[in-house]
């Protein structure tokens, strides 16, 4: 069975931290997206990577940097954590061809 | 702008019924468009993809295509309380990498 994992289902830190979100994925995919998700604003894409040590910015990519030094993990770093940063965070892979997206299970994140 | 628009909703319909959803899109050069469902607390999962204008049917549901109005719905026949979700459509827009995806349509199907 395909699977997209994120290492965290909740997540509370503190304003100013450093938070690291974990993903990694099993089915060889060359392609992998960090979303956020809040109500009313749909998913709205930060990062993604279609290889190893690419990455392209989203639509939101302010406040947060990625790494991808292997193929299957994709994490998303934000390097000092803000309230408005609180929100539902989903990791996806996809083939080349982008055709099908997998999501992992969702990580929600409280900055407090 | 690049943009994908449905109806927030909520739709509500009755069990049995046949519950429509509709998508909008920006862009003239999409080829292919997605509906992912999302149950409340759960992440997306794609249950339809059409890249033809016309129908294309799926046991109870049905993806509708017409490129020229930059229209695509999704049509789900008898529907069940188990269709109660949130529909995402999605497409990729021309030279981009990634998918783009509305806001999100939330369904409740009323016992």
């Known amino acids: 069975d395909v699977k997209v994992t994120q290492s965290s289902r909740y997540l509370v830190k503190r304003t100013g931290e450093k938070v690291f979100l974990e993903c990694v994925q099993d089915m060889d995919h060359e392609n992998m997206f960090w979303y956020r998700q809040d109500p009313g604003l749909g998913l709205r894409l930060i990062y993604f990577?279609?290889?190893?040590?690419?990455?392209e910015k989203g639509d939101i990519p302010e406040g947060y940097s990625v790494s991808r030094e292997k193929k299957e993990r994709f994490s998303l770093i934000l390097e000092s954590a803000s309230t408005n940063q609180t929100s539902m965070y989903l990791c996806a892979s996809s083939t080349a061809s982008n055709e099908k997206l997998f999501f992992g299970s969702g990580t929600q994140l409280s900055v407090l | 702008q690049k943009e994908v628009e449905q109806n927030s909703g909520p739709l509500s319909v009755p069990e049995g019924a046949i519950a429509s959803l509709n998508c909008t899109y920006s862009d003239r050069g999409s080829q292919s468009f997605f509906w992912y469902r999302q149950y409340s607390g759960k992440s997306p999962e794609l249950i339809m993809s059409?890249?033809?204008?016309g129908d294309k049917e799926d046991g109870r549901f049905t993806a509708q295509l017409n490129k020229a109005s930059q229209y695509v719905s999704l049509l789900i026949r008898d529907s069940q309380p188990s269709d109660s979700a949130t529909y995402l459509c999605?497409?990729?827009?021309?030279?981009?990498?990634?998918?783009?995806f509305g806001t999100g349509t939330r369904l409740t199907v009323i016992p």
């Open positions: 059409i890249y033809s204008n």
């Open positions: 999605a497409a990729p827009f021309a030279g981009a990498n990634n998918l783009f």
């Open positions: 990577s279609y290889d190893v040590k690419m990455k």
